[in-house]
């Protein structure tokens, strides 16, 4: 079984400074997929960025990348110049490549970041 | 398209009461998921169907819970005799074959007083 674990539940941080989302997980497996979802108040649940485990390249998407450390088991988040639409809870999640559940997730239990004016 | 849809947005029930959930998918996606979301933590997955077949059903939380999704297109979830623990946002997600992106609805708020 698979367990991801997001060490801090809230932050702030202010807007247009950079922050970084930490994220740790257990797995036996070798090929699977890492996520950040993104919650904001209110609204549905919507993917920010993706990495393969198999890909030792950090997956960046605009504003947001990622830090993968395979060996270690972290995937921290980095959002660059931060918005006042990026406040949001923010969940790490992963998913297994080969599995009889689909595209399972499993989830850390978030953390809710806080963009200050 | 508008998205996953889900209906009601909200539910309050007296417990021991049946619910029933209703997910409406992204129209060309086969793969559909139900999770459920307690009050501060990450979802928690539930059971997944790949058009009409329910593929994965072993983390439904107990026998009070079940899924159908009949014509491989809209889904629901029931739970009978509802209990107090069975409130939390419950959340319906699908994925086109081949795609590892997840789109989810903004769920269904249970409430059981």
Known sequence: AQTVTQSQP?????????????????????????????????????????????????????????????????????????????????????MKRYSNAGNMLTFGGGTRLMVKP | DTGVSQDPRHKITKRGQNVTFRCDPISEHNRLYWYRQTLGQGPEFLTYFQNEAQLEKSRLLSDRFSAERPKGSFSTLEIQRTEQGDSAMYLCASSPQGSTEAFFGQGTRLTVV
Do not use: H
């Open chain 1, 10 to 94: 809230e932050m702030s941080v202010q807007e247009a400074e950079t922050v970084t989302l930490s994220c740790t997980y257990d797995t036996s497996e070798n090929n699977y997929y890492l996520f950040w979802y993104k919650q904001p108040p209110s609204r549905q649940m919507i993917l920010v960025i993706r990495q393969e485990a198999y890909k030792q390249q950090n997956a960046t998407e605009n504003r947001f990348s990622v830090n993968f450390q395979k060996a270690a088991k972290s995937f921290s988040l980095k959002i660059s110049d931060s918005q006042l639409g990026d406040t949001a809870m923010y969940f790490c999640a992963f």
